[in-house]
Structure formats: structure tokens, C-alpha cells
Antibody, heavy 119, light 110 residues
């Protein structure tokens, strides 16, 4: 059974870079047909897909965030990571990592981590 | 890319059936059978309820069903139960090799 665990700071200053790592257990991040994604949810609002990555390193980004996002994968550590630069208060959200079957659906998800952007 | 359109809220009484719509375009919902639905209780992680328009993951009640017609997908919950009260989100693959979510629908069980 796949399990995912995000790790990262709960507070980031405006204009800085938000960084998260998701550790996958119970399976290999290099499994074919599995992709790995990041989703966020501002407080009281809906879900927003940030981007996804395949173990080969192929990346897919939300066009609205593409200029500020880098997603990477480390197969040796069974981890994938998110970097979002030049953050503002609008980036305050719960950030989730999730497995994906191809680029079709999400599941399982990590537990989510609230990140607040504030000075 | 624009978010898929869902009603902000729907409601129903226990035992009734409700349907939540999810409207997109021919570039997403209408173009692929890759629509999924997620249930999210307050403070909890979203849970996959339906994938590929109408398939149900193991462990999800058969009271949940999905369908699609043109650019609109639908989630139907039959035999409403109090525990079904939650937020529901649809998602679709798009022509740009991206994913898009709906704005979410709050289901209230009266």
C-alpha cells in the first residue's frame, strides 16, 4: 500500500522560495504508469493542481504557476520535491503530494501541510 | 486553463439521490474519459471516489456512480447518508497534458 509523507516548513517569508519533499513508501517511485503530483488548497477554498512528474524526470505544470515552479525527482531516495519561488500571501495553502495513475487520477495522498506566507 | 464548473452547493435528504455536475470543454471533460471525483470531509485529505468517469476504486460504496455526456460529467450519490456530507471535487485530464479541478461542491444532507 503506497504511503506518501510531505516534509517542509510551515512558514515562508514573502518573496522567498517554498520547498517541499514527498517521501514515498510501500512502493517504488520508479514504477511504470505512476506519476507523482503536487496539489494545494488555500484555506476555505478549492483544490488546485500545481504539477506532476514521472520518474524519468518528465514534468507537467499548471500554466498559471509554471513560471515559478520546479518539480524534481530523486529515485535513489524514493522522493520527489516541489519548489515554488517568489511566494506571496496568495500562496498560503495546504500543500499535498499524491500518487497519480498516469496523468488521470490522484490517490493515495499525503496528509497535507499548511504553509503560511508571512513576514 | 479554467477550472471546471461545479455548483457551489447541493443538498438532499437521507435516502434520496443527488447529482453533482462538472462542466468543462472539449479540451478536457469532453475530450477524454479521464474524469475523477474526490470527497473531502472538513480538515481531511481528499479521497478518490470515481476515476475514468465511472470506475469505482475498491472500498468505495456502490451508492456512488459517475457518468459523462458531452462536456459535462456527473457524480450521483444514491441512498444519501449523513456521512456523505462533504465537499466534492471533479478533475479532468486536458489536451495540454495538464490536470484541472472543479471549484468544488458542498453537499449538505438535510
Amino acid at each position: 500500500q503506497l504511503q506518501l509523507q510531505e516534509s517542509g516548513p510551515g512558514l515562508v517569508k514573502p518573496s522567498e522560495t517554498l520547498s517541499f519533499t514527498c517521501t514515498v513508501s510501500g512502493g517504488s517511485i520508479s514504477s511504470s504508469s505512476y506519476y507523482w503530483g503536487w496539489i494545494r488548497q488555500p484555506p476555505g477554498k478549492g483544490l488546485e493542481w500545481i504539477g506532476s512528474i514521472y520518474y524519468s524526470g518528465s514534468t507537467y505544470y499548471n500554466p498559471s504557476l509554471k513560471s515559478r515552479v520546479i518539480i524534481s525527482v530523486d529515485t535513489s531516495k524514493n522522493q520527489f520535491s516541489l519548489k515554488l519561488n517568489s511566494v506571496t500571501a496568495a500562496d498560503t495553502a495546504v500543500y499535498y503530494c499524491a500518487s497519480m495513475w498516469e496523468l488521470r487520477w490522484f490517490g493515495p495522498w499525503g496528509q497535507g501541510t499548511l504553509v503560511t506566507v508571512s513576514s | 486553463q479554467s477550472a471546471l464548473t461545479q455548483p457551489a452547493s447541493v443538498s438532499g435528504s437521507p435516502g434520496q439521490s443527488i447529482t453533482i455536475s462538472c462542466t468543462g470543454t472539449s479540451s478536457d471533460v469532453g475530450g477524454y474519459n479521464f474524469v475523477s471525483w474526490y470527497q473531502q470531509h472538513p480538515g481531511k485529505v481528499p479521497k478518490l471516489m470515481i476515476y475514468d468517469v465511472s470506475s469505482r476504486p475498491s472500498g468505495v460504496s456502490n451508492r456512488f456512480s459517475g457518468s459523462k455526456s458531452g462536456n459535462t460529467a456527473s457524480l450521483t450519490i444514491s441512498g444519501l447518508q449523513a456521512e456523505d456530507e462533504a465537499d466534492y471535487y471533479c478533475s479532468s485530464y486536458t489536451t495540454s497534458n495538464t490536470l484541472v479541478f472543479g471549484g468544488g461542491t458542498k453537499l449538505t444532507v438535510l
